[in-house]
């Protein structure tokens, strides 16, 4: 299939040798095929030119041509950018409060029902907290369906007001829930349209405003390549989220998208979906999706 980004630099740097002397303007050619392979791997062109420039002011200061191996410590300059840029080191969602609450925003379709559950079944596991799942979508009686299969699966109470048509109030009535029966950890599943729209955005406003959320978190498919950065974007823009879940991380995505979609918005990526089963979850780990990126 495609060649790797880290092939692509090998025979770039293979080539730029061959022609014995080496500048500053071959030095740009070869920027340029990484930046084609940003792109290729879904990384929005600003970002990537933006990366690139980076990597050639890094590059020519470290005198990478002069190395034994360029193509190597060009692909080491690659990898720490790449790193950096998805911001280092992992970051975990803040359960802090009692109860802690969860809220999930995104559009249809983009994974959140099957994350709440993930996130529950995680914390009730690992950290061995008692967990509430919280039904809000009034739109689609399936979703509340949904909701209830994947909480009777992990052993997670689900709260639903089926005949209740106000988000606001179910999720202010589940907090209260929570309280009087001593849960730790809240995770509030929201409608999702399937594209942005403006009665979505006022409604998971709304929420957020009346639940005080420790942690608001941006879901989406990873598979959608530039739409996940303008959806991430725009929900930024309305509801100021904590963190980004990238999910259908199982797919063929090269990952492009965790890189545009952090330095959009500047908000850490925390979880990727891995599959649609209830352990299908990994922390984000920016050094492993550079891999990902250059593999
Ligand atoms: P919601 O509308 O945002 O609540 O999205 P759902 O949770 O219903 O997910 C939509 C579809 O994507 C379902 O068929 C899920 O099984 C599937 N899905 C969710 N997360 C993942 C994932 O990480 N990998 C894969 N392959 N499928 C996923």
């Known amino acids: ?6 092939q692509r630099i090998e025979e770039a740097v293979h080539k730029l040798k061959g022609k014995g002397r080496i500048t500053e303007v ?3 050619s070869t920027i340029k095929d990484i930046r084609r392979a940003l792109i290729d ?28 191996a360029p193509g190597q410590v060009l692909i080491k300059i690659v990898h720490e950018k790449l790193t950096e840029l998805m911001g280092g080191k ?10 802690a609450i969860v809220l999930m925003a995104g559009l249809q379709g983009s994974g959140k029902t099957t994350f709440s559950g993930k996130l529950a ?7 061995h907290k008692k967990v509430l799942l919280v039904a809000c ?12 299969v994947v909480g009777e699966q992990i052993g997670v109470e689900v709260y639903a007001e089926p005949d209740n048509k106000n988000p606001v109030a179910i999720a202010q009535n589940a907090v209260e829930h929570a309280k009087t029966h001593h849960y730790k950890v809240v995770v509030v599943d929201t409608a999702g349209r399937l594209a942005i729209d403006e009665v979505m955005m006022l409604e998971i406003a709304q929420i957020k405003a009346a639940i005080q959320p420790s942690e608001t978190l941006f879901v989406v498919d990873a598979m959608t390549g530039q739409d996940a950065v303008n959806t991430a974007k725009a929900f930024n823009e309305r509801i100021d989220f904590d963190g980004v879940v990238l999910t259908k991380m199982d797919g063929d995505t090269r990952g492009g998208a965790a890189l545009s979609i952090r330095a959009v918005v500047d908000k850490p990526i925390k979880f990727i979906g891995t599959g649609e089963q209830m352990r299908a979850l990994d922390t984000f780990r920016p050094e492993g999706m550079a891999g990902r990126i250059l593999d």
Request: aromatic content about 4%; cysteine-free; hydrophobic content about 40%.
């Open 137 to 148: 979508d009034v739109y689609r009686p399936a979703a509340i369906e949904q909701l209830k």
């Open 90 to 99: 992992p970051q975990e969602a803040n359960l802090k409060g009692s109860p």
């Open 26 to 28: 071959n030095v740009a």
């Open 41 to 68: 791997a879904d990384v929005n062109y600003k970002i990537a030119k933006q990366v690139t420039d980076d990597i050639k002011v890094e590059a020519l200061g470290r005198k990478v041509l002069k190395s034994l």
């Open 1 to 6: 299939m495609f060649e790797s980004l880290s």
């Open 121 to 127: 079944n995680l914390i009730q596991q690992k950290q």
